[in-house]
């Protein structure tokens, strides 16, 4: 073994989602024994698309995952104005993100990110028990008792990445519930070759007042993924919701430009989601440690929650390689926190300026045009450029 787990240790991951693959994974390849308790009976797809990092591409890569045929690089990042429809800059990827960072920028749909992390998984030989709940956790002299789909496990640690309603996350003495961000994403999937051509290649944002709409190339390229942010009460959103909701949601948009109007208009279904987060904790106790949303779940803005996942994962195989799973576990919390409250904090402040009202998103909108486009890609250098 490379690292200081018994080879009896099994490290318990309950949940099988883009955090828990993705810590599976990496603490597969570090010489680690694992196993996958997952609620659902089959895994379904959940959310639409997810643009990724630098900070996390270099890491999929290093784990061989497949991706071919189902992600594309952007040439850029357009920001615009939603009311005006003005082009106010463009920030450069693809093979400037390349060249700064050393690996790509993607945007695909998660349930195609997810179906690589599986096959990845299965390559590797690590086993999933589905329909398998983890209930209890009770420490031992040797490790954890977990109760799991009604049977017990004994095990080294347990990792809860079973997202925002995470029932580790209580197991770990955590009083800290789900909040909400007074927010819906409606998401969804548009034919790209209705669009016009100039926005096919890009992650095109929109910025107004109290909203945002960005939408990026998934699929290889062959279909465009929608998210469009307001400010909102989900309850309201939800009780109004209709399957052709685009009548609802052009008639809220009636101030912005034609263009984007016009873009949302090309799909009649837009599936409407409710935005949380999570207060800051420490993510864990003893041998019991959260990742993903079940820790630091975050605003949207700065579309690195799924991103955060994927680090959470190789950071924790990091942390735990060549000590005890205790202490291995703390150092994770220690250096991990600062990072991930960062992200999150980051991510609010961007949703702010995104929605800021008028007269104020004068004052952005003419802080964005003077600046030049690479000093706007450099000042994501803490993010992209990041290690974990």
Known sequence: MKNGASPKEIIA????GVAGLSAAIALKLAGFPVEIFERERALQPIGAGIQIGPNATRIIESWKLSLLGMSFEPEAIELRNA?????LNTVPLR??????????Y??????????????????????????CPVTEAVKKPAGLEITAGGRAFTVGALIGADGINSSVRKLAWCTTAPFSAQAVAWRGI???????????????LWMASGGH??????????????????DDDYRQAADGAAPDNRPQLLERLSNWAELPRKVIGLTDTWQPWPLYGV???????????TIGDAWHAMRPFLASGGVMAIEDGAALASYLDGTSIEDGLKQFREKRGPRVW???????????IYHCPQPFDAVRDLAIKNSSASSLLQRNDWLYGARF
């Not at 400037?96 to 790509?104: D, E, F, K, L």
């Not at 904790?281 to 440690?289: K, M, P």
């Not at 960062?342 to 702010?352: K, P, T, Y």
């Open 279 to 289: 207060e800051k904790w420490d993510g864990g106790v003893g041998r019991i440690q």
């Open 95 to 104: 093979s400037v993100a390349r060249t700064r960072y050393g690996a790509p």
């Open 106 to 131: 993607i945007t695909l749909l998660r349930k195609d990110l997810q179906a690589a992390l599986l096959n990845r998984s299965k390559d590797l030989g690590i086993p999933i028990r589905y329909a």
């Open 13 to 16: 991951i309950a949940g099988a």
């Open 342 to 352: 960062q992200v999150a904090e980051r991510s609010a402040l961007m949703g702010r």
């Open 190 to 204: 548009i034919p790209i070759t209705s669009v016009p051509p100039e926005l096919r290649n890009d992650v095109v």
């Open 213 to 230: 709409f960005v939408h990026y190339p998934v699929s290889g390229g062959s279909a465009l993924n929608g998210v469009l942010v307001l």
């Open 83 to 87: 009311r005006s429809g003005v082009l």
